[in-house]
């Protein structure tokens, strides 16, 4: 079951990816003519090439009938190639004067250039401009794919029980989706929220496996030599807090101000609880091996507080269970702590 789980949740995680990927590309990967220049631009760019080749038509046209004039007096080699040189010369100006005549307006152009590259629409007023950018630049508003790995420990504030004596290496690995609303525009607060799969997974050391018997668990000793045992947790995983971002407001143009919401330095901390979905152990030794989805009291709630520092994509977390690893009296007061790196949260 916990396998399903899993392999659901990275499928949905992959099309997510996609999807986000497909609406970029039909956002910003157009046809050339569409994206890297402006429409507009590009008409009246080709109506200026046509305007100056129709003139250096002309006049070149003319300035090979004044050569083969020249031509035809025989004048000795270096009299010609200077004549030749004050005609070609007279043309080049008459072309660039006719040119300059013609009007075109580049710092125009440029303007135009410049909204279409930022907007990706050619705009005829500054209020059209403003709507535009205003549409542009909301407040964030989305579910964004995460994942997560984090070494976790199991903190007691009594005596250590078996478990604490004999705990190996243990890890929490988690995926989902993180919803994020920022509350406006240039708001450095944001709401987060989301659902995520959390698979956590507990070793143990010394040559020692979780056993129960009747109900009970604790941990029994193995006859033999022991490769792997670990009991693996599935838990559903509700995340809810707020984040701060630390950027400065930017100046998108015509009086629009934002704040970017999901990039640069943010902290962020939030409540969590999840709801378990299946328990795995796992043992395998020369012995005998075996998986065992049954049982084993690990508490079939949990609910604890996180606290994450993010730059841009990469984040670095630290949350704590508050409620215990186990139920009612096994391995007592045992609450996970896990400090982990995160991509995308």
Do not use: H
């Amino acid at each position: 079951m916990i396998k399903k789980f899993i392999i659901t949740g990275m499928l949905c995680l992959i099309i997510t990816s996609i999807n986000a990927q497909r609406r970029t590309l039909s956002l910003n990967l157009q046809p050339k003519e569409d994206t890297t220049v402006s429409p507009i631009v590009k008409e009246k760019v080709e109506e200026y090439a046509v305007k100056i080749n129709e003139i250096i038509q002309e006049e070149k046209k003319l300035m090979e009938a004044e050569l083969s004039v020249l031509q035809a007096k025989n004048l000795d080699k270096s009299e010609f190639s200077k004549q030749k040189a004050q005609i070609a010369d007279a043309y080049s100006q008459k072309i660039d004067a006719r040119i300059a005549g013609l009007g075109f307006d580049l710092d125009q152009m440029i303007q135009k250039q410049v909204r279409y590259s930022l907007l990706n629409s050619d705009v005829s007023s500054n209020e059209e401009l403003k709507e535009k950018l205003l549409k542009k630049f909301q407040p964030k508003k989305s579910f964004d794919g995460y994942i997560s790995y984090g070494i976790m420990t199991l903190t007691n504030d009594k005596p250590d029980n078996d478990l604490d004596k004999n705990l190996g290496y243990a890890n929490n690995f988690e995926f989902g989706l993180k919803f994020n609303y920022q509350f406006s525009r240039t708001s450095p607060w944001g709401l987060i929220s989301g659902l995520g799969f959390s698979w956590r997974t507990v070793r143990t050391d010394n040559n020692l496996v979780f056993a129960k018997q009747n109900e009970n668990v604790f941990l029994a000793k193995y006859e033999g030599s022991l490769d792997k045992a670990k009991l693996r947790t599935g838990y559903l995983m509700v995340p809810f807090g707020f984040q701060y971002n630390f950027s400065k407001l930017q100046n998108a143009g015509m009086d629009v101000q934002y704040r970017p919401y999901s990039d640069g330095l943010r902290m962020s901390a939030n409540v969590y609880g999840g709801i378990k979905m299946s328990t795995n152990n796992i043992v395998k030794g020369d012995n005998q091996s075996f998986r065992d989805r049954s049982n084993y009291q690990v508490n079939p709630f949990v609910y604890g507080a996180q606290v994450t520092v993010s730059y841009d994509n990469i984040s670095l977390f630290v949350k704590k269970d508050f409620s215990n690893f186990f139920k009612d009296s096994y391995f007592e007061n045992d609450k996970a702590l896990v400090f982990g790196i995160a991509l995308g949260w």
